[in-house]
């Protein structure tokens, strides 16, 4: 064992008697913080998986992380503790949540929790031995003095470990990040991360399936095609004569790390019963419009954006025409251009006709100011020939729309021709105080 080993083990156990010799109180509350109560009969398991909580009380269900971190070993009212993002989740547990949250009925306060059997007042004596009076003599104090019924060794031993508790703790917190931080990364189930991982290992073993959506549950990943494909690579198995393939998430192999697999124009529109849901708009034969409530249609347009950017490989070029839709700023590999000449003459192109516009691959190109119906119709006539790998979505409507998303003020979203029927927004309420806590 290193030296360093030794001296960090020599202080955990230090500390850890230190802390085992401090009294603790069991009327300790947690403070104030916003919090939600899973429904249904208490003990019973949910349906609901992280992404489909992050969804109903924050609005958005990639923001799963968050609740996962802050309950992360929290005990539950049952008992038992949230070790894993793909464990089931029982009705009556209680999630506390980030600051601001506002959807559903989040209540404020010390959240409930299980508490330990300590503080409760001592059995009374049997009733044929008498109870001591005030005249009974005194219990014989410690030998040698001493604080709180501890001798002077110990005294000395829990100063020691107090003096050693500010520096040893802190140390090793610092040793523990840097072990996780050198581990791989474990892509959590229900997650996007998990998602691509197995549209990479597809990508190893066959030909890319021609996926339009996509649905990432605790349990399951299940792919929609179209055209139909029956014989899927294993662990896959086919539904709906192949127009479905489903795999169990612990039969995907979560150490591929291909590069330039998957599908780069994911894009996440919400959850179908609790799990999220994908489409890829790279299959639209045609333009994407986003429609309807216009403020709603804009901040689409940039989880969009900010989706594709984040995930799609670096050959994968992203360009916005007119004013690009928050939120801002831009990541770096966004390109802002004023009209369509620019982004249909970007360096590399080998147009014959040398101005790059026979060809659109490669390339999500995001429309937010009026463009004339002519050039709109010449992005939907590239898109449809890119072969998947390009994606053209315009904010407003288009002449030429094959995907139309309409979208309402409270973010309930109609995906159409799709066939995917979104679970509803959480709707946003008022804080519910809790009295008397």
């Known amino acids: 064992m ?5 001296y960090a083990g020599l202080m955990l156990a230090v500390v850890t008697a230190f802390l085992l010799a401090t009294p603790t109180r069991a009327d300790a509350v947690e403070p104030s913080v916003p919090y939600w ?8 398991e949910s349906e609901l998986t992280l992404p489909g909580v992050a969804d109903r009380v924050l609005g958005d269900s990639r923001r799963w992380p968050e609740i ?5 070993g929290r005990t539950q009212p049952d008992g038992g503790t949230l070790t894993d993002p ?10 506390v949540l980030p600051t601001g949250a506002t959807s559903g009925e989040i209540r404020i306060g010390p959240p409930p929790s299980a508490t330990a059997d300590l503080g409760r007042q001592p059995e009374a004596p049997p009733v044929d031995q008498p109870e001591q009076g005030p005249a009974a003599a005194p219990p014989n104090p410690p030998v040698g003095g001493g604080t709180v019924g501890l001798r002077p060794v110990a005294v000395t031993l829990l100063g020691i470990g107090a003096a050693l508790l500010a520096v040893v703790v802190p140390v090793l917190i610092r040793l523990v990040r840097r072990r996780r931080a050198a581990e791989p990364p474990r892509p959590a189930p229900g997650s996007r991360q998990a998602l691509d991982r197995a549209l ?14 996509a649905m990432v549950g605790a349990d399951r990943v299940s792919l929609r095609l179209a055209p139909a494909l029956p014989d899927p690579p294993p662990p896959w198995r086919a539904r709906q004569q192949g127009a479905i393939w489903e795999a ?9 790390t291909v590069d330039g697999g998957g599908l780069p124009m994911l894009a996440t529109i919400g959850t179908v019963g609790g799990e999220l849901t994908v489409v890829n708009l790279g299959r639209a034969p045609g333009i994407v419009t986003l429609t309807g409530e216009p403020t709603a249609a804009y901040r689409l347009a940039g989880a969009f954006l900010d989706e594709i950017s984040r995930y799609a490989a670096t050959s994968v070029a992203i360009s916005v025409v007119g004013p690009p839709p928050p939120p801002w700023p831009v990541p770096e590999r966004v390109r802002v251009v004023v009209d369509l000449r620019s982004v249909l003459t970007l360096p590399g192109d080998d147009a014959p006709d040398g101005n790059g516009s026979s060809a659109l691959r490669d390339h999500l190109v995001l429309v937010t100011a009026p463009l004339p119906p002519e050039e709109l119709e010449r992005l939907g006539a590239l898109a449809a020939a890119s072969d998947g790998t390009a994606a053209v979505v315009v904010v407003g409507d288009a002449p030429n729309t094959v995907w139309r998303f309409d979208i309402d003020a409270d973010g309930t979203l109609d995906v159409g021709v799709l066939g995917l029927h979104l679970d509803r927004p959480a709707p946003r309420g008022r804080l519910i105080p809790v009295l008397g806590r």
């Open 2 to 6: 290193s030296p360093t080993r030794a």
């Open 37 to 44: 109560v899973v429904p249904g009969q208490p003990g019973a």
């Open 68 to 72: 996962f971190e802050l309950n992360q």
């Open 86 to 95: 793909a464990q089931p989740i029982r009705a009556g547990w209680v999630f």
């Open 200 to 213: 990479r290992q597809i990508a190893t073993s066959a030909s890319q399936p021609p996926v339009y959506a």
């Open 248 to 256: 169990p998430s612990w039969d995907l192999d979560q150490a591929v």
